[in-house]
């Protein structure tokens, strides 16, 4: 660390640890599920009790995400001088990350990828049915549309926002570009991502063979409900 | 084992022990058939010799599916108290399993996935056929559909039973929802679970590109005949 | 090994003890080319020099497949008694493959599977047309369709061998069953099985987007001759 | 090494060393991505400072793929005499791989695959039309087919050539056969070869299902040069 790498309380330097091994460990995830080739994807990490999040570096393999190569960002999204990996740039969608944790307070993490099934469905600008039981548990009804927004300002940050403020879904899928998610923390949104693509692909073989039966908006509502409140070991067992 | 820990006899206590080890076990081959992700899934076993089975726990990582955090449940479906696991919830289907054990006394073993393309059957609320001799000899016939019912009292174990009963076929697709499959225990219900999403993908595969050519009836019958007493190394090989 | 295990000359049980190692393994090529699930499929090879040869145990899992455990067969397909792994049953297909051996003296190695895309073009009974050229320097042309065959007698084995003899194809689709393989030797026929489910996935894909452009026959039988003749470390590279 | 081994300045055997370590380590990254099956597929890598480049031996397993074992070749496709590895034969796709380094100087690795998506499109003879952002990013517009053209002389490799040069696009995909990438250095190349695939999956399902919005071409642009120009750790981050 450098010499002027800044200083924490105790108790804030220990999230921020906990929270770079977080998103380092989360990353292989995104890999382990398939849902990432070569550098792409990126997971983000709110420190809890600080203006800060922690992210993946610019363009680097998943060999060599250690914890201590995660890039500590303001929630400008600019990384914090001096401390480790901060000689690094930070993933180039950084800014929608830092967009959403500056205006979605209860955010605690984002993700990002272009995995196969939800990319066709944003190609299409088509949002995704809720057509299956688990759809339904998870994401409380279809898989909303973003606007088209390409890199270099605040766009894509504003359409995930605009998008899912309200929204009982915790992934968006960004027109042409592909899906982002977010959740109470960084893991809670990696599973977004995963259940994101598990139902894009379930969906999209379902209806190529013929027309799929919908669900009944009760029924949505009674699982969407009954899966927040009561599935898992404990009330925060979605994360 | 805390203090209230029930006390069986040792060949019964050997035999749960056994079953814990099965349940465990067989949920890595969900994994590594590629039918689950995240917590999704879940493999069950009856005790062989009393009125118990073992079941997974809810929401828990695949890495953390060690025998002593399987649940042993009564045939309502109640975790025992005491029993090694039983501070956590048994899964949210627990109580489809135990009305399967009650009602279907032959049935050793169950297992439900939302695997992606017997889903994508489930989702259209269409049987799938019986075109290929592998599906001849395994199911003896299509894979038939079970009512739309959702979690929360009886209608999914109802679902499956009605359906499964006097029907060749070991798996069940429940509409809008997702494979279950039986077994005479434990493992003979993953294999089931593991070829229904094969045929499943097979099928869909074969008439996307143009019809399929039936199988004649006899020659379903003499495959499933063949299969059921002729096939693997002995009378009981299909486990 | 038991008292009555045959005695062979040295040179013979030499390559009988090859021939058991090269089967065992390359079952599990047939794990990591993803061609088969559970304990599905089948590879056997030719003793060379003896009326003899080593085919699959049935119905046994692929993490017991050791070299002591396959089983040693005459032409007939009846396992010779006393020899290692002789206390269990050969494969249900070894009827099929001692048929081949029988009438195809030039056939060193059979492969069996029930790959996804190979068996959705035998359920609808359509060959495969030629329409890649990695297809025309491994087949030489279209995969051929075997005629609707069931177990129990030797219906199998000559539907094999009648469609591929005079063919340049070293695959064969049976009708709504699956591909067979054949080959110079058990790995090449192994090869055959890997290229045959890899040209079925391609053209699968390439056809249900649009029409595909024919390869001039001009075209496939130069890439076939050169191939045959060329490629590879040597004139036996294909093996 | 053999007597008649060649000798090299120490900067270009270091190069060589160098080039032969990178070029074995990048075929693990075909088999890791699914894009090759046996011993398909293979890797070049020209030698930074002389007229050389490095590929893999033809008909050889991913196994077997030592630097070693990787052949040396001048600017004509013919392997160094007495250089290691010379007493194979360099892939039958060599003179392809030559004919661009010696047209393309720019050029410093060359990948050809047969990967399945990529194969359906070439076997259509149809671009990939440019969708998605990642398409825009990296290849700055649609993936091009190239001529029908087979092994034997020059015409593979002039067919490339003239697609490519002044084009975008680092992959090109040559009709009826499949895709060749070019990249700054190999593992640029493997990069392009492992993301035209992802594209070509990715569109093919897309359209599957209906539609897909195109992308403004102003967006592609701006795209593409930021990629080029920011994305990553450096200048030669693409790399």
């Given amino acids: 660390m450098s010499d002027d790498a800044p200083r924490y309380a105790p108790d804030i330097q220990a999230a921020i640890d906990r929270t770079r091994a977080d998103v ?3 990353h292989g995830e995104l890999v382990r599920n398939g849902l990432v080739v070569w550098t792409g994807g990126n997971v983000s990490g709110r420190v809890p009790g600080a203006d800060l999040f922690v992210i993946k570096p610019s363009g680097v393999s998943y060999d060599d995400l250690a914890p201590e190569n995660m890039i500590l960002c303001d929630l400008d999204g600019t990384a914090i001088p001096g401390a ?10 950084t800014a929608a990350h830092a967009y959403v944790y500056r205006h979605m307070p209860e955010v605690g993490g984002v993700v990002h ?11 299409r600008g088509e949002e995704i049915p809720c057509v299956i039981t688990a759809m339904a548990d998870e994401f409380g009804g279809p898989i909303p549309i ?13 359409g995930i926002v605009e998008t899912l403020s309200g929204h009982r879904s915790r992934a968006v899928l960004m027109q042409n570009h ?5 959740g109470v923390d960084a893991k809670d949104a990696v599973k977004a991502a995963v259940m994101v693509e598990d139902v894009a692909r379930t969906v999209h073989y379902a209806r190529e063979a013929g027309p799929v039966i919908p669900l009944p ?7 969407f409900d009954r899966y927040q409140n009561v599935y898992g070991q404990s009330a925060d067992a979605r994360r």
Avoid at 84 to 93: A, F, K, L, N
Avoid at 113 to 123: D, E, G, K, L, P
Wanted: hydrophobic residues 40%; charged residues 20%.
């Fill in 113 to 123: 990828t272009h995995s196969t099934f939800a990319v066709a469905w944003a190609a």
């Fill in 146 to 158: 973003g606007p088209f927004a390409i890199i270099g300002d605040d766009s894509i940050g504003r």
């Fill in 84 to 93: 480790p990996g901060s000689e690094r740039s930070p993933s180039s969608d």
């Fill in 24 to 26: 380092a460990r989360l």
């Fill in 178 to 182: 592909g899906p982002f998610t977010i």
């Fill in 217 to 223: 908006q009760e029924a949505i509502d009674r699982l």
